[in-house]
């Protein structure tokens, strides 16, 4: 069992960065691939950004190219950082764990694991 959770986020203005944080404990987290979604009020949660165990491949959305970098170090914890923040960024944003396996990417039902979220909020 691996137990996730997310923090980092906040009110920010739109043009700001913020860094989202996603620690994991249990389970043999460096065996876990990491994904970080979202969901804006009245709409489905949507795929952000991922990575695969090792570090060595990232998935982006689209909204997210260009903005968004995810990373994880050495330990137990996945970084997701935000820079030129839009008012269509605010969302709760959840971080997922994908157990060992060759199907992982950028679909929730690819992903076990899942915290309580975290909220961001950008201001226009």
């Known amino acids: 069992q691996v137990h996730v959770v997310e923090s980092g986020g906040g009110l920010v203005q739109a043009g700001g960065s913020l860094t989202l944080s996603c620690a994991a404990a249990?389970?043999?987290?460096?065996?876990?691939?990491m994904g970080w979604f979202r969901q804006a009020p009245g709409k489905e949660r949507e795929f952000v950004a991922a990575?695969?165990?090792?570090?060595?491949?990232t998935y982006y959305a689209d909204s997210a190219k260009g903005r968004f970098t995810i990373s994880r170090d050495n330990g137990n914890t996945v970084n997701l950082q935000m820079n030129s923040l839009k008012g269509e960024d605010t969302a709760m944003y959840y971080c997922?764990?994908?157990?060992?396996?060759?199907?992982?990417?950028?679909?929730?039902?690819?992903?076990?694991?899942w915290g309580q979220g975290t909220r961001v909020t950008v201001s226009s």
């Open positions: 997922a764990a994908a157990p060992p396996t060759a199907d992982w990417g950028t679909f929730g039902s690819q992903y076990d694991y």
């Open positions: 990575i695969r165990w090792d570090g060595g491949r």
């Open positions: 249990g389970g043999m987290f460096s065996s876990y691939s």
